[in-house]
């Protein structure tokens, strides 16, 4: 199956793009591997395409950043792999790519993307439902049992009839028995709570559009710790990962596509 990861690289871009498995202990290089691996070096190096591990940016000497985030720490190497005399193997390993940053870069000089990382027919990105999707709408329920695992689901729309048993309420998911089991909550309290669950994300999900149109700049992640949204939005009840998604569905598209952290684990020869 073709993967949809958001970030690669190049050393695994270089060997899935020819068809090679990247995991394999290589003694020696596949031609068109090496090729891959001199053209993705020689666009990072021109500015064609954003290195995640690698900055363009000029470190001053008596800097205290990290040299490895730094592509002329690395300038003999990135020659020797343009020029097809050396092959790093830690460098090629240390450079990451963004999945969207490829994207624009291959339809800047029209190459055809590359089907293990852009699957024909598939869409570029996950479309998230108004309400989100069934795995979101989890909730624990306290098993009655020590290490047994009850988990409930909300309905988007308020609670799913067939989900309610004669007595009025909740069917939850049983993990030992792969049977449904009942919740003790009454359902009149399970409705109330999944219609506080749904004005809750509209309720954040609005600042956070109010704080995209006055400022671009905010990450998803800063926002999803702002204190609009915590206090005031009441995201401070619920898990920081069910928020960010909330979050991300009203996010500008240039700030879902924003680059994430730099990998903490260097590329230098050793």
Known sequence: MPLIVDELTVWDISFRWSGYDPTEIWFRLPLTVKDNSRLLMQAILHGEIVCETMTLAKRPPDSKADPKYYIRTYTDDVYACIHGKRYNRKLLKWAV???MDFHDWCKSRSIPLPEFWFPPGWKLDFEMPELGTYALRAFHI????????????FSPGGVDEESKDQQGEVGIVSRNSNVLSQNSVPFSEKEEVLRTNQRIKIACQQIASIIWKNDRNPTIASVVKNELIQKYGGAASYEEDTVREWIKQV???EVRNRRGRPRKNGGEES
């Open 142 to 153: 306290e098993p009655e049992q020590e290490g047994g695992v009850h988990i409930g689901f």
């Open 97 to 99: 790519l963004n999945r």
């Open 251 to 253: 996010a500008p598209s």
